[in-house]
């Protein structure tokens, strides 16, 4: 199917853990974000990527990695997870300064 | 550099009557500017874009905004509201200056009252 998926929607963890949000766009849109979404703060950015192996932090880096091998995927790596880190994750794709298009967002909460 | 600012957190209006939902930007370079929704546990959609064409930019289900490059905004605006307008609304902005990121604003959210 066309579009920019995201999977897991829900995930459950503990603190310490490492989770892996994916992401995955079907348009070969050069550019992908990574947003959080919590309350009082709308859209924060977290990392982004111009292009397959060209990443670049965004307003809230620290406590996450990302990847981008090939240009469709673009995961999004917590290495160790705090509770703090518990939101609502949105992955984006455009083409340059343009329209995004948003995934359906994950839900984490980390217990 | 790059910033926006929605200027009211909260907006609510009865069914039927204009909506209103202002947004200021500050920019470097010529910006694009759009407004995304989001309903209740939703990602967020496009409503309209603003990049260096018209001013006056009409959008999906009745929505148009106006940039006005003297008074830096983009408001977005509709002559009626519906019930099923009620949702978050974000102002973003982006320019060429910024690599292709965007800077969001913290959001309004729109209430309709029947």
């Known amino acids: 199917d066309a579009g920019i998926t995201q999977s897991p929607r829900y995930k459950i963890t503990e603190t310490g853990r490492q989770v892996t949000l994916m992401c995955h766009q079907t348009?070969?849109?050069?550019?992908m974000f990574w947003y959080r979404q919590d309350l009082g703060h709308g859209l924060r950015l977290i990392y982004y990527s111009a292009a397959a192996d060209i990443t670049d932090k965004g307003e809230v880096p620290d406590g996450y990695v990302v990847s981008r091998s090939k240009t469709e995927n673009f995961p999004l790596t917590l290495e160790s997870a705090t509770r703090s880190q518990t939101s609502v994750y949105f992955c984006?794709?455009?083409?340059?300064?343009?329209?995004?298009?948003f995934g359906p967002g994950t839900r984490l909460t980390v217990l | 550099a790059q910033s926006v600012t929605q200027l009211d957190s909260h907006v609510s209006v009865s069914e039927g009557t204009p909506v209103l939902l202002r947004c200021n930007y500050s920019?470097?370079?010529?910006?694009?500017l759009f407004w995304y929704v989001q309903h209740p546990n939703k990602g967020l959609q496009l409503l309209l874009k603003y990049t260096s064409a018209a001013t006056l930019v009409k959008g999906i289900n009745g929505f148009e905004a106006e940039f006005k490059k003297s008074e830096t905004s983009f408001h977005l605006t509709k002559p009626s509201a519906h019930m099923s307008d009620a949702a978050e609304y974000f102002c973003v902005v982006s320019d060429l200056g910024n690599a292709g990121k965007s800077t969001f604003g913290d959001g309004t959210t729109l209430t309709v009252k029947p």
């Open positions: 348009w070969s849109h050069s550019y």
């Open positions: 920019s470097s370079y010529s910006p694009s």
């Open positions: 984006a794709s455009s083409d340059e300064v343009d329209e995004q298009f």
